[in-house]
């Protein structure tokens, strides 16, 4: 945010300085120092992360989201594009072959969020506003981003046990990168 903020100030100096000024080439240079500040600063800060997930867990769990849908969103289209999951998906992904951790990829259609973590049970509709899940079966009653985290766990730790005899997976919506 500091960094966004900077980068306001920054384009609003140099929109009132007259093109091919030496003043207006001080400050193009300062806004494109800012900005590759910022990439590297997110950089820095996914490459930590990925490498800490992947030397501290044996099997990860990450869902397939559709990220265009997402920056529909006009309230969160920033933040998601900060996020850059694409990019930590890449880093992640290369990580965990070179340290040999089961990395299990959701399909953007497996229901994480709409499936009950205790009883196993899918609700046919949820909405985003709705932020419990509460069970009609068992009577669970758990916030929704922490159900979708349990069943992504549970996926990732039977990921190894659903490879059959020929090397490929039984189930479709999942996709398994140590087999690849």
Do not use: W
Not at 70 to 80: H, W, Y
Not at 147 to 154: F, K, P, S
């Amino acid at each position: 945010r500091t960094a966004k903020r900077k980068i306001g100030r920054l384009q609003r100096q140099l929109s009132r300085q007259q093109s091919g000024s030496h003043r207006y080439q001080r400050n193009r240079q300062r806004l494109n120092s800012m900005y590759a500040r910022t990439q590297h600063i997110r950089l820095d800060l996914q490459h930590k992360l990925s490498t800490y997930l992947v030397r501290t867990y044996q099997s990860i769990g990450i869902e397939d989201l559709n990220v265009q849908g997402m920056v529909k969103n006009r309230r969160l289209a920033q933040a998601i594009q900060d996020a850059a999951f694409y990019q930590f998906r890449m880093l992640i992904t290369y990580k965990s072959i070179a340290a040999n951790t089961n990395l299990v990829i959701a399909d953007r259609f497996y229901p994480s969020s709409k499936t009950c973590s205790q009883c196993g049970s899918v609700k046919t509709k949820l909405s985003l506003t709705q932020r419990t899940y509460s069970c009609e079966h068992c009577g669970l009653q758990l916030d929704r981003d922490m159900n979708a985290a349990i069943n992504l766990q549970r996926l990732a730790e039977s990921a190894s046990e659903s490879i059959n005899a020929h090397g490929e997976t039984r189930r479709p919506a999942l996709v398994n990168l140590e087999q690849a």
